[in-house]
């Protein structure tokens, strides 16, 4: 299994997912704005790796502050913290990691301000790497004997702190010996599935086959499909699912050929604080990224171009959530709000 973010030797150390397949690089930052730079585009990417990366890029905000009054490092800290805010829009991790580095840093002491964000950033890590480990064995549990799973983007171990999600719960299936192949979607525009969930796969010893985004409902409907697991973005109170574009497409053609569709995901993904995925800000890309193809032009041009990077699959079409706290079912605003003050009380 690959990590793609990792704290080491005082620094932020990314694999860097825009080379992948061809290339397996780690980059080592040590300034907030690389990692800003790395999140905006997307040499980390996957909701959970977002907000480990960025929780990480706070810790470098006050390594570069130190030497200054207290106020003025928390001030400094507090802008790198919006900052990295812009960076995506739509995974909620992002939010829920920053949000958690600020309550840190509002609790540290003037002396203890870089240790004490560095402990809320690794603490974070391994929660995040413990989702996944449940997520895995919870969402293997769903897949039926002999499955053809399909997925879509990639929820592996580069896009998580460890194990992945939607994919942590199939290779975890696999090694049980439930798995028969798994399809993957190539995932258009920049081809998270044909770059990095088939070379997760094949790494894993999974057999894979790759089809294009087209290609889901002839599958489906000639082929046979048991099962979609796919991860998430971010998760509305009602169950809503923001996922990689084209997600929606899928779960429609699921419902229509009456495969259970499955969503993985931490908590860290779900956000309570929305009714519903009306609300979830949808991140707007690049034109070229529809427009060229391995940096040709392709288009022909002319025309007003589309790039959402997610699209919102409404509840009703999710079968099942799978979490690192259990697999729920609609309807799911009662489901998830029980299960996020049941944690609540834990904690507290
Ligand atoms: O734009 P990306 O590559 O960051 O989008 C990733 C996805 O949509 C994933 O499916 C999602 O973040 C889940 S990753 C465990």
């Not at 620094?11 to 704005?33: F, G, K």
């Not at 939607?166 to 993957?184: P, T």
């Not at 309570?272 to 193809?293: K, L, N, W, Y």
């Not at 009703?316 to 996020?340: K, Q």
Request: a negative charge; proline letters at 4%; hydrophobic letters at 45%.
């Amino acid at each position: 299994m690959k990590y793609s973010v990792e704290w080491k030797d005082n620094a932020l150390q990314l694999l860097d997912q825009s080379r992948l397949p061809h290339e397996e690089r780690y980059d080592v930052l040590s300034t907030v704005s690389e990692a800003a730079d790395a999140i905006r585009e997307m040499r980390v990417r996957g909701a959970p790796a977002i907000g480990v990366a960025a929780a990480y890029g706070v810790v470098l905000a006050a390594r570069e502050s130190e030497g200054g009054t207290s106020e003025v490092r928390k001030a400094a800290i507090m802008a790198a913290i919006d900052r990295l805010a812009t960076t995506r829009p739509t995974a909620v991790n992002l939010f829920a990691a920053l949000n958690r580095m600020s309550t840190a840093l509002a609790r540290s002491e003037p002396a203890d301000i870089t240790s004490r964000l560095l402990a809320e950033a690794l603490l974070f890590h391994d929660e995040e790497k413990e989702a996944t480990s449940a997520i895995s064995s919870n969402g293997a549990s769903l897949v039926p004997e002999g499955a053809t799973i399909l997925t879509h983007c990639n929820a592996g171990a580069i896009a998580t702190a460890a194990h992945g999600t939607a994919l942590g719960a199939i290779i975890h299936a696999y090694r049980l010996g439930k798995v028969k192949r798994v399809i993957a979607t190539e995932t258009r525009p920049l081809l998270q599935g044909a770059r990095l969930t088939v070379w997760e796969l094949v790494n894993e010893g999974v057999p894979t086959t790759l089809i294009t985004d087209s290609m889901v409902g002839h599958v489906m409907h000639m082929m046979g499909v048991d099962c979609v697991i796919v991860g998430a973005d971010r998760i509305a109170a009602n169950g809503d699912v923001a996922n990689k574009i084209g997600t929606y497409g899928i779960a429609v053609l699921a419902h229509a050929h009456n495969v259970p569709f499955y969503v993985a995901a931490p908590f860290s993904t779900i956000d309570m604080s929305i009714s519903d995925g009306q609300q979830i800000a949808i991140e707007q890309r690049r034109e070229t990224e529809v427009t060229t193809f391995g940096g040709q032009p392709v288009a022909s041009g002319g025309s007003d171009v589309l790039n959402p990077s997610f699209d919102v699959t409404p509840n009703s079409y999710v079968t099942s959530i799978i979490t690192e706290r259990g697999i729920l079912s609609a309807p799911y605003l009662s489901a998830l709000s029980a299960m996020a003050k049941n944690q609540g009380r834990k904690r507290g």
